[in-house]
DNA sequence: ACCGCAATCCAAAGCGCTTTGGATAGATGT
DNA sequence: ACATCTATCCAAAGCGCTTTGGATTGCGGT
């Protein structure tokens, strides 16, 4: 059913026809109810690549999944930022779209999802340090907003994140207060922006307290159970292991659990752990009392609150720039106690 | 850079530029080298939308996520299903688009994904027991494939599907066979097709070694980690608790592992545990050993998969429905031991 | 020298929609 | 009664591409 087969049956010119049906004021309301009518009975849905056409817009949103070539590990936290946000963009009548690319040419995907006028606006995931992508996109000047931010870009641009650093910050005086002396860093890869964000925030809680940094007790690699299991292990077999252990993912906090109930001993009184909580749907951390003492912070709703911005930066291609930090809360479970005396 | 501003540049008409470019033979090959060199020059990439005009393709695949409008909850499979899906889509020039529907509307959203021409085929991902949307798809006459199947549609249509049944029964089998007689099972969501499959493997097995099931050891709803966590908990505080326990997935497996911790028991000593493992790239079954006994099976070659399965389907409409039924493997972990002694 | 054929290229139509620039007719104003 | 609006509708162009149906040229064959 096209526009023209639809107005032929009406009787109307196809310009009538898609004027009524897109709310434009010179048409007759008997008209538009007739017209209205007829495409519903129908089934009536204008050809989204001609209307495209037309107008010059996609209504699609693009999203670029990297698959590093090697580990090809899809982030545990993708599907609940991706759901918030497509949920707000079903709601502006957008689509959402994925492409792949392997790290070399992650590049020339945003370029080619432009270029071939594929979306009007993309998301750009899982920033580095220095962030080449941020600079390509400017250049091409093409709307999309950073889920986290880039330190060492100086360009002004689009971001929503959370405030990575005085979270770990937080959590790190919180485990100072509590005695421990002998704090373990679990982290993501070092050259993401929020890992190393994160660290700056539990070094400078450290050096606040007068302590000096362990590169022994600071870990950084993809975020897997198995990795949280495997450094945990590690540390607790060293001569002075850490009496607290801050992470950076709820999903290998579950391992660093596993290897500190292994090593016989018990989480919140042998060993304290904090863990980074994305507030993930399908790993909710407990249900009245949390497991993990955690810095919480709603992955989903980030995806949301992206998915708003950029739809406001296609409509105003040239408003100031706007940006969105988001406080974690910290909320205090059973994971964590005290400082064992242990000497 | 449009095809017409190319063949200008080039002095030739836009139907040899065309032609060159799509590697048609009524062009001279040393033109088409040049419109080729001149068009990676000039960074020309057709519009997708004109192109799609033109060629009635829209060389785009759908996926529909359902936002069940209470729980919200993101199928935590779904960003591995995704990445295998994608990287085939794109070696064969397809974009991958992602619609959200709530359950009401979840057929509507399929319709206009198809009448709108957005997409060429879509997948249809976790099927229900008489899942309905398949014979809406089928009455459609659209290319579609089912991850999973659905028991009581009687339609031929593609899918991927692994063999639910044989490894829950196998798995059962294998708990039985170390002497264990009181076994639980924590399922998904009952309507689901894989559950009630998992559930049919599983009172197979009890059947053949002349076990009558108990209800009260058969639970199922979405299968987040708190979940897992919360039946295990109510299933070892009955008078006769199970001595193992299967579970459909490796999320909820995590919950089942601490409530044993927390019950002062030892999993594959007190309590045997198997788990399904979709082998996510997040959550690695161990790594030398793995931590769990599962049946496994990967999500993501499923993806894979299920992508070229489409694929063939959009090539060929009319070929005869194809399916695929993969056998999980069964892979022994320090999970499982002989049933304890306990009488 | 003439015909047929292959190799190259191009003009123009068409995909389904939006939008510009009228046309038409009835209503209004003086 | 005549010019002017206003409301309503339509024809046609255009978005950027593919594809049909020729044109044109040069060559071998007789």
């Given amino acids: 059913m096209t526009l023209k087969e639809l107005s032929d049956m009406l009787g109307l010119s196809p310009t009538t026809v898609s004027r009524a049906l897109n709310g434009y004021p010179e048409v007759n309301e008997t008209t538009r109810a007739r017209v209205q009518a007829a495409a519903a009975k129908h089934g009536y849905r204008p050809n989204s690549r001609a209307k495209g056409l037309a107008t010059g817009k996609s209504m699609v949103i693009g999203h670029v999944i990297p698959s590093s070539s090697q580990h090809e590990m899809v982030n545990p936290i993708f599907g609940d930022f991706v759901a918030g946000a497509v949920k707000t963009y079903t709601e502006h009548g957008y689509d959402m779209m994925f492409t792949n690319a392997d790290d070399t040419s992650i590049e020339e995907a945003y370029r080619s999802l432009f270029q071939r006028g594929a979306v009007d606006g993309v998301v750009l995931q899982g920033p580095k340090v220095n962030e080449h992508r941020i600079s390509v996109l400017s250049k091409m000047s093409v709307p999309f907003i950073v ?53 700056d925030g539990y070094l400078a ?31 607790l077999a060293l001569d002075d292991p850490p009496t607290a252990i801050l992470i950076s993912s709820m999903i290998s906090a579950i391992g660093v659990r596993r290897a500190i109930d292994e090593a016989g001993l018990q989480m919140g009184r042998d060993v304290s752990v904090i863990a980074h909580d994305d507030d993930l749907s399908y790993l909710k951390n407990g249900q009245d009392v949390p497991i993990f003492t955690a810095t919480r912070s709603s992955v989903r709703k980030a995806g949301e609150i992206a998915a708003n911005m950029l739809i406001e930066r296609i409509k105003s291609p040239d408003a100031p720039t706007k940006t969105r930090l988001l406080e974690a809360e910290l909320v205090v479970g059973r994971s964590t106690g005290p400082a064992p005396n242990r000497y």
Same sequence: chains 1, 2.
Avoid: C
């Fill in 147 to 199: 889920h986290g931010r880039s330190t060492g870009v100086d360009l002004p641009y689009d971001w929503i994140d959370v405030n990575n650093k005085s979270s770990f910050l937080r959590a790190t005086q919180f485990l100072l207060d509590l005695g421990h002396r002998r704090i373990a860093l679990i982290n993501g890869l070092e050259d993401m922006d929020f890992a190393q964000r994160r660290r």
């Fill in 205 to 235: 809680a450290l050096a606040q307290a007068g302590i000096a940094p362990e590169p022994n007790l600071m870990r950084s690699a993809e975020m897997t159970e198995v990795y949280g299991h495997h450094e945990t292990r590690t540390m």
